[in-house]
C-alpha cells in the first residue's frame, strides 16, 4: 500500500498565497502520477491538476487560470501544489492523490492523502 499525508492547508487572505505538500511512502514514488482535487461539502471532488512520474508533464483544470502550480521532489517522496493569488471560491478540502496512469476523474486514482482545508477570508 501506499500512504500519502497532506499538510499546509490554513486561513489566508484574499490574493494570498498557500503551498500544500503530500508526503508518500510504502512505493516507489517515481512510478505514479501525482494528482491534487478538492472538494466542498455537498459537492463532487473535483480536479485541480496533476504531475506525471518525472515532474516532466503537467495538466491543470480551467479555472486554475495559472494561479496553481504542481510540482515534485523524487528525491524527498513529495508533490507540491502552490497556490497564487486564491480567491475566496478556492475554499474547499485539498486532497492528494496518485495512481499507475493519468487521472482526472477520482476514481482513476488508486490512493490518497486525509485531505487538507483551505479557507480563504478577508
Known amino acids: 500500500q501506499m500512504q500519502l499525508v497532506e499538510s499546509g492547508g490554513r486561513l489566508v487572505e484574499p490574493g494570498g498565497s498557500l503551498r500544500l505538500s503530500c508526503a508518500a511512502s510504502g512505493r516507489i514514488f517515481s512510478n505514479y502520477y501525482m494528482g491534487w482535487f478538492r472538494q466542498a461539502p455537498g459537492k463532487e471532488r473535483e480536479f485541480v491538476g496533476y504531475?506525471?512520474?518525472?515532474?516532466?508533464?503537467?495538466s491543470y483544470a480551467g479555472f486554475v487560470k495559472s494561479r496553481f502550480i504542481i510540482s515534485r521532489d523524487n528525491a524527498m517522496n513529495t508533490a507540491y501544489l502552490q497556490m497564487n493569488n486564491l480567491k475566496l471560491e478556492d475554499t474547499d478540502i485539498y486532497y492528494c492523490?496518485?495512481?499507475?496512469?493519468?487521472?482526472?476523474?477520482?476514481?482513476?486514482?488508486?490512493?490518497w492523502g486525509q485531505g487538507t482545508q483551505v479557507t480563504v477570508s478577508s
Open positions: 492523490a496518485a495512481g499507475q496512469a493519468v487521472g482526472m476523474e477520482p476514481e482513476e486514482n488508486e490512493y
Open positions: 504531475i506525471s512520474g518525472s515532474g516532466f508533464s503537467e
